[in-house]
């Protein structure tokens, strides 16, 4: 599993990094997201450990307990908190004194001001890899709007909304979307809460298809929930891309493949690549270049793309699984390490 070391030799030899999928096996998204970050860790000369949060705070809190109790310490871990988890995760890899970077932003509030920023309650903290998950619900939103007044000038924008669990990140998601429609004419009828699941996304969007035959964009926090969603419009007499507009975020290959049959009309994603941003931090940091610190408040963040039918072909290589062991990660590392960001630099985008 191990290639030769790519670094200097003031690197330690074999790295190990923790990595905290906080779903469980086989999660289509989370999955990806692992196996990224393992072909970025292999290519690099790292040993990259994977547990499982099994979507749960307390799950999570377990398996790392458990994990740091029987093995040996892991010099750095990655993790992402958990609305209502973040203290006791990050207080336990504190007390270890493992350095850590989280993903995405998922804590706001009084939670939120209860950890601060990097570096300033929990000395291990690094930094954060995130994305703004309320630009990016708006950017959907944009996207669907946009796809509907082409196809249904007259018409005028009614939505329903298919959110994930009920939590920061899928609220935040929510919230950008409800803010695009309420500054451009559009109607949010209803939300729902669908837990990431195709199926009940599906049945869920069969009775808002009932409730309002007059609904002409659902809005999914995943592609996962837009399948689904797509499938109860089919049942329903509509037309995706025609008189109905469905979107999702993941940039799953069967729904990059339902955009091109134009079974559903957009998914936005890109953020499947922040396990291998966090491989590639944690070794520049290792190899004594700190892209965290160079940062406003030690956060490296980067931007989704929306594929529709207009640019689909240009993402084609996304149809299907990529063997990213074909990816050149050590360029993208010089990359990183030239620019002090990851800004602009993902291995998702074919050019």
Avoid at 273 to 286: E, F, Q, R
Avoid at 300 to 317: E, M, R
Wanted: aromatic fraction near 10%; include cysteine.
């Amino acid at each position: 599993m191990f290639c030769i070391i790519l670094f200097s030799s003031s690197v330690r030899a074999e790295l190990n990094i923790l990595f905290v999928n906080p779903s469980i096996p086989n999660e289509p998204f989370w999955q990806s997201v692992e196996e990224i970050a393992q072909s970025a860790a292999l290519q690099l000369g790292t040993k990259m450990q994977v547990i499982y949060g099994g979507g749960n705070r307390i799950v999570q809190l377990e398996a790392l307990k458990q994990y740091l109790a029987k093995n040996s310490k892991p010099d750095y871990a990655v993790i992402l908190n958990y609305p209502g988890g973040s203290t006791a995760s990050m207080s336990l890899l504190e007390s270890q004194q493992i350095k850590f970077v989280t993903l995405e932003q998922t804590i706001f509030g009084e939670e939120r001001e209860k950890i601060g920023v990097a570096g300033q309650k929990y000395k291990h903290w690094l930094g954060e890899i995130y994305f703004d998950n309320h630009t990016a619900g708006g950017k959907l939103a944009r996207a669907l709007q946009h796809l509907k007044q082409a196809q249904l000038p007259k018409q005028e924008t009614h939505v329903v909304a298919i959110n994930g669990h009920y939590g920061s990140e899928s609220q935040a998601r929510f919230n950008g979307m409800q803010e695009y429609f309420e500054s451009n004419n559009g109607v949010v009828y209803q939300a729902v809460h669908a837990g990431w699941s195709e199926q009940v996304a599906f049945n869920q969007s069969k009775a808002l298809l009932a409730r309002f035959p007059n609904v002409n964009i659902i809005w999914a926090a995943s592609d996962l929930m837009a399948l689904g969603a797509s499938k109860a419009a089919v049942e329903s007499g509509r037309i995706p891309n025609k008189d109905i507009f469905i979107g999702g975020f993941d940039w799953l290959p069967r729904a990059i493949q339902a955009v091109e049959k134009q079974s559903i009309s957009a998914s936005i994603g890109g953020h499947k690549v922040m396990g291998a941003w966090a491989v590639i931090s944690l070794l520049l940091y290792d190899n004594g270049h700190d892209i965290f610190a160079q940062q406003k408040n030690k956060k490296l963040t980067f931007n989704l793309d929306v594929i529709t039918k207009q640019n689909v072909a240009h993402f084609k290589s996304h149809k299907v699984k990529i063997n990213w062991a074909e990816y050149d990660f050590k360029a993208l590392k010089e990359k990183v390490a030239l620019s002090h960001s990851i800004a602009g630099l993902s291995p998702l985008n074919p050019n």
